[in-house]
């Protein structure tokens, strides 16, 4: 099943899709739980395990996903766990949980909805771009497909109800994920993110809850899900807070451009000099080295290869798709060796 | 260290170093009244003449210049502080009886056992929800379905084997066996 996975990679490593220049990607993603059912935290082995089955079973159904695969975390080992990790199709905790759990993964990867998490549900919509008006509607056929074969858990004052009361009302999480390295080299960062906090937004690392922002590479999305509608949530990000953020970004990129174009281009040169010389690199200056190049290629500065193959290396050198593409488990000085060797010959026959 | 070139002779004891020194001194002096144990309590009286007194907890305590804190003195404190708290309802240790989860379960793990944890804890969980929400109470937005919630397969299956199993656990052979039938008539659907 798995397998399946490493040889294609996600419609979010298009790199396409509107803003793409500054949003990497976008999503939305659903809580919901089972009526008249245990939420995990006091569900006994038995419940888990039962609640798995069945979900498993209709969140593959054809009229909910079509084509679906469906993958038992529980059994999976840790590699392929945090593949999954890696490619945004679980969170860190489904993949470090316990108990029978899973996910259910559309064929093109932009539908995954993850079992027993902390919810018993987590539907979520993922696509390169700033496209949440699209997400929105793959995520809620998804709901209304589901709603029809399962009750949910649902109270008429607190909307769909929640393991933890934070998520309860609307059960919705919209994340967008920015790349914004000329606010982080002006200085700006800080700003933004302030700003993002007063407006109640939690501002993240790339991959979720308690990461760092590696690569320029923040993640913004709501906090706040009950007293205001899925449609009001995702228009105030898609009309007004990521916009307001992408034009900052820009006009930082082009104060760069005019006021210090050399050691931009200096910057963007170099880390393509490491990445394609070094002989043990760890992912995370890998990721750190991607992000002048990838402000390179939108600004038409950086030409030896395209976003597309940028994505694919800032996928394939993270520590699981390594392990993956290599068949086995490496530690951390072999997986730095390994890392530069795939660099070197990933990008060595490119134009220059 | 050098000053152009000209090592500095005099050195300046650190008046800092000085106040550490007798601290010291202080710290390992023993009781004046008892000579036998530390002295922890040191006093400075004013009146009738500026005096250091230098005593073991138990001395000080027999001259009335403090009240040791004991054992009971800090329950009866805690216990006041708890029937406050409770008469304020944010203590008080409510149990669901669907999941068996109570509020201080809750307030330690930070998730719910159940759906109906909402109703039996409303009272404590309101609060932290407007907080956590902007002042929303009242949701907006989708509803499932409109209407009735539908009545699942697999759900229907998953309630159904619960309660074979507990009955069994209970020893209930002829409710195991009519809940078995049921299971048998739902699978062949």
């Known amino acids: 099943m798995i397998e399946k996975l490493v040889k294609t990679t996600g419609e979010w490593l298009k790199g396409e899709g509107p803003s793409s220049d500054v949003v990497v990607s976008s999503r939305i993603r659903l809580a919901r739980n089972l009526a008249e059912q245990p939420f995990l935290l006091t569900a006994s082995a038995g419940d888990r395990a039962e609640i798995y089955r069945s979900l498993a079973g209709e969140t593959s159904n054809d009229v909910v996903i079509p084509d679906a695969m469906v993958v038992d975390i529980d059994e999976a080992d840790e590699i392929d766990r945090n593949l999954l990790v890696e490619r945004h199709l679980i969170s860190r905790q489904h993949a470090a949980g316990e108990g029978p759990r899973g996910v259910t993964i559309s064929p093109d990867e932009t539908q995954a909805i993850m079992i027993n998490e902390e919810d018993h549900l987590r539907i979520q919509s993922l696509r390169s771009g700033l496209q949440l008006e699209l997400l929105w509607h793959e995520v809620n056929e998804i709901d209304e497909a589901l709603a029809n074969r399962v009750p949910f858990a649902f109270d008429e004052q607190l909307g769909y109800l929640t393991a933890c009361p934070t998520n309860v009302g609307t059960g919705i999480r919209v994340s967008v994920m920015l790349h914004l390295p000329a606010l982080r080299l002006t200085k700006e960062i800080e700003r933004v993110a302030r700003a993002a906090r007063d407006l109640r937004l939690a501002v993240r690392g790339s991959y979720g809850e308690g990461t760092e922002a590696v690569g320029d590479l923040y993640q913004i999305s709501n906090q706040t899900t009950l007293g205001k509608s899925e449609e009001s949530i995702i228009e105030t990000f898609s009309r007004t807070i990521i916009p307001k953020i992408v034009e900052y970004e820009r ?102 | 260290m050098t000053l152009n070139g000209i090592n500095p002779t005099v050195k300046i004891e650190n008046p800092l170093g000085t106040a550490k020194k007798l601290h010291k001194m202080i710290t390992k002096m023993n009781c004046q009244h008892c000579n036998k144990s530390r002295a922890t309590v040191h006093i400075t009286d004013t009146v009738p003449e500026r005096k250091e007194r230098h005593l073991c907890e138990d001395c000080a305590e027999k001259e009335g210049v403090i009240i040791k804190p004991n054992q ?66 009242k949701h907006v937005g989708k509803k499932p379905g409109g209407g009735t919630p539908p009545q699942n397969l697999h759900t229907g299956l998953l309630k159904l084997r619960r309660e074979l199993q507990d009955a069994i656990q209970q020893e209930n052979y002829e409710l195991a066996a009519r809940v078995r039938d049921q299971i048998r008539n739902l699978e062949q659907q």
């Open chain 1, 251 to 352: 006009a930082a990129r082009e104060t760069l451009m005019k006021q210090h174009s050399s050691q931009l281009d200096d910057k963007i040169w170099r880390s393509y000099g490491l990445l394609t010389n070094a002989r043990m690199i760890s992912s995370g200056e890998t990721q750190s080295l991607l992000s002048p190049i990838r402000m390179g290629i939108h600004l038409d500065r950086f030409h030896a290869f395209d976003i597309r193959t940028l994505n694919e290396i800032f996928l394939y050198t993270q520590p699981a798709h390594l392990q993956k593409r290599l068949g086995k488990k490496l530690d951390d000085d072999e997986r730095a060796a390994a890392r530069a060797d795939y660099l070197r010959e990933r990008l060595a026959s490119k134009p220059k």
């Open chain 2, 72 to 137: 009971h003195t800090t329950n009866e404190i805690l216990q006041q502080f708890i029937k406050q708290k409770i008469g304020l309802g944010l203590t008080e240790n409510v149990v669901c009886p669907q999941c068996g989860l109570s509020f201080q379960e809750f307030q330690v793990k930070g998730q719910l056992g159940c759906p109906h944890d909402y109703e039996v804890f409303k009272a404590q969980l309101m609060p932290l929800i407007e907080r956590a929400h902007e002042g929303g109470t």
